[in-house]
């Protein structure tokens, strides 16, 4: 994927990467709820999500702390130069925040998730995807390699730890799921080495083998989690 131009979700997947993916299924279940018309992607990038979004039919609102990407999320819909330390956004403003692998990169999770819950209508989603180093390649390779895409990764996770911490400040996790041992390099690889899409069908069997004997050991992992009351 080339973060430098606007980017369409599903432009240059195979259909069989998203049989390893399960948070796209609930994903779009949250989204397509009658409830869930107001959207928030924090950390938008380039626009990935929003796209995929849109295609669900809603018109999200975007945010990055990267004026450059925020000018290729503008594409895809609405918006702002922003930091989620600071949302700027009244109590109550969404009825869904997504975050897909950007609270790792935020220095104080606290300060994020109490702004998250602040801007959420009680009763909204939380629905979060993030990376954990409960597998052993993620959290060795973070050390050599404190950086991804020129962003520090400032809160390592595992998943137990981070399940507790939403349940700590104030979130009802729904859904928590463990997910991608292997495949997370499919995440990767296939952007720089576009020849390696052709052989997903023949690693999608062998991830759902690795995920029955090694799902404690996910790279990945997904939450679908409710505000309470501020």
């Known amino acids: 994927m080339d973060y430098r131009k606007p980017v369409t979700f599903g432009e240059n997947w195979s259909a069989s990467r998203y049989k390893v993916l399960p948070y796209f299924a609930v994903e779009k279940q949250v989204m397509q ?6 959207i928030l992607d924090l950390g938008c990038a380039a626009g990935w999500n929003m796209s995929r979004f ?21 594409f895809h819909g609405p918006v702002a130069l922003a930091s989620g330390l600071a949302l700027p956004f009244a109590d109550a403003a969404f009825d869904v925040i997504y975050i897909q692998h950007v609270l790792h990169h935020i220095g104080d999770v606290t300060q994020a998730l109490r702004e998250v819950r602040r801007c959420l209508k009680p009763g909204g989603t939380l629905f979060l995807v993030e990376t954990v180093e409960d597998n052993p390649v993620i959290r060795y390779g973070r050390r050599l390699y404190p950086r991804w895409l020129g962003d520090e990764i400032n809160a390592p996770f595992y998943f137990a730890e981070l399940q507790q ?40 069997p062998l991830e759902q083998l690795l995920i029955k004997l090694f799902r404690r050991q996910s790279a990945h992992a997904y939450f679908v989690a409710i505000s309470g009351q501020i």
Do not use: C, N
């Open 165 to 204: 911490q939403l349940a700590e400040e104030g979130f009802r996790v729904e859904q928590a799921r463990q997910y991608s041992v292997l495949f997370w390099l499919w995440e990767i690889l296939p952007d720089h080495l576009p020849f390696m899409e052709k052989l997903t069908p023949l690693v999608v």
């Open 54 to 74: 849109r295609q669900y039919g809603r018109a999200p609102f975007g945010i990055d702390v990267v004026p450059e990407r925020v000018a290729l999320a503008a």
């Open 33 to 38: 709820q009658p409830g869930s018309q107001r």
